[in-house]
């Protein structure tokens, strides 16, 4: 293993409060949840395969997987998280998640080759330099055997100004400055203390977080739009729960989910590429 710097205590902090066991149940997080699921579901190879999920947190994905018949060995580098997902799949204990550790994306404890999946989907974006995502990058394509995928999530460079719009936080003229250099370099820094205000971030380009795919050695990575535009709705929790409305909104984010235009008005980007056969 590489060794790396430590992870950020502020990052660490955040997520120590507890709050992302039960996040992708509620609010537009919903649309998140089931769209990160339907991609997975189409580029995954199917099950049994091996799965390692890098910064799984709470283990919502890993034993979602896991009881799909996956075996899915998760890494997170908050404690609270890896003791969460432990307990994730209780009640499904013949389709538990195989192992959930301490790891880091940038030190993964792992073979080469060992995996037939690699998800991303966190690490990327508290990751706010470059060289730290690269070694990211770089770990899940070494722990990937040949023909292997990897899934990697990315937060939007628009994602703040879209929540600030719809929440009214644009008044606060803090607020707008974090916007200001969001949208400036992606370093999203968050210096008040105030949790609803996410922790330090990156945010990506949509063509950006396709082109570290690549410069990686995943040459054939395509980047989609998650949510699509249906997250910023003001009343988004009442058209989510009508069944009808549900089908509108993921049918209009699949229907723009690779469109140039508008990729970047997702929420979350996904990439998803494939470690080529026969290149070390």
Same mark, same amino acid.
């Given at each position: 293993?590489?060794? *790396?710097?430590?992870?950020?205590?502020?990052?660490?902090?955040?997520?120590?409060?507890?709050?992302?066991?039960?996040?992708?149940?509620?609010?537009?997080?919903?649309?998140?949840?089931?769209?990160?699921?339907?991609?997975?579901?189409?580029?995954?190879?199917?099950?049994?395969?091996?799965?390692?999920?890098?910064?799984?947190?709470?283990?919502?994905?890993?034993?979602?997987?896991?009881?799909?018949?996956?075996?899915?060995?998760?890494?997170?580098?908050?404690?609270?998280? *890896?003791?969460?997902?432990?307990?994730?799949?209780?009640?499904?204990?013949?389709?538990?998640?195989?192992?959930?550790?301490?790891?880091?994306?940038?030190?993964?404890? *792992?073979?080469?080759?060992?995996?037939?999946?690699?998800?991303?989907?966190?690490?990327?974006?508290?990751?706010?330099?470059?060289?730290?995502?690269?070694?990211?990058?770089?770990?899940?394509?070494?722990?990937?055997?040949?023909?292997?995928?990897?899934?990697?999530?990315?937060?939007?460079?628009?994602?703040?100004?879209?929540?600030?719009l719809v929440r009214g936080y644009l008044e606060d003229p803090t607020f707008a400055r974090f916007v200001a250099g969001d949208l400036r370099d992606g370093r999203?820094?968050?210096?008040?203390?105030?949790?609803?205000?996410?922790?330090?971030?990156?945010?990506?380009?949509?063509?950006?977080?396709?082109?570290?795919?690549?410069?990686?050695?995943?040459?054939?990575?395509?980047?989609?739009?998650?949510?699509?535009?249906?997250?910023?709705?003001?009343?988004?929790?009442?058209?989510?729960?009508?069944?009808?409305?549900?089908?509108?909104?993921?049918?209009?984010?699949?229907?723009?989910?690779?469109?140039?235009?508008?990729?970047?008005?997702?929420?979350?980007?996904?990439?998803?590429?494939?470690?080529?056969?026969?290149?070390?």
């Amino acid at each position: 293993m590489t060794d *790396v710097p430590p992870f950020d205590p502020a990052i660490g902090a955040f997520y120590a409060r507890g709050g992302e066991q039960a996040r992708l149940g509620q609010g537009v997080f919903q649309i998140e949840r089931a769209r990160t699921e339907e991609l997975l579901l189409r580029f995954l190879p199917p099950a049994p395969a091996r799965v390692l999920d890098v910064g799984g947190a709470a283990g919502a994905y890993a034993c979602w997987l896991a009881q799909r018949g996956y075996t899915v060995a998760l890494f997170d580098p908050v404690p609270l998280h *890896v003791e969460q997902a432990r307990q994730a799949c209780d009640g499904h204990r013949d389709r538990a998640i195989a192992s959930a550790d301490l790891g880091d994306a940038r030190a993964l404890p *792992v073979a080469d080759g060992s995996a037939d999946a690699v998800l991303l989907l966190g690490p990327l974006y508290h990751l706010v330099e470059v060289e730290d995502r690269r070694q990211a990058w770089a770990e899940a394509r070494r722990a990937l055997r040949p023909g292997g995928v990897v899934c990697a999530a990315g937060v939007s460079r628009f994602a703040s100004l879209m929540d600030g719009l719809v929440r009214g936080y644009l008044e606060d003229p803090t607020f707008a400055r974090f916007v200001a250099g969001d949208l400036r370099d992606g370093r999203h820094l968050n210096d008040t203390g105030r949790p609803d205000y996410f922790t330090t971030a990156y945010f990506h380009q949509p063509d950006e977080l396709a082109e570290e795919a690549r410069g990686a050695g995943f040459d054939d990575a395509r980047v989609f739009g998650i949510e699509g535009p249906g997250w910023v709705l003001g009343d988004f929790e009442r058209r989510w729960s009508d069944p009808a409305w549900r089908e509108r909104l993921l049918g209009a984010a699949r229907a723009v989910e690779q469109e140039p235009a508008i990729i970047g008005l997702s929420a979350h980007l996904l990439a998803v590429g494939t470690r080529r056969e026969g290149i070390s």
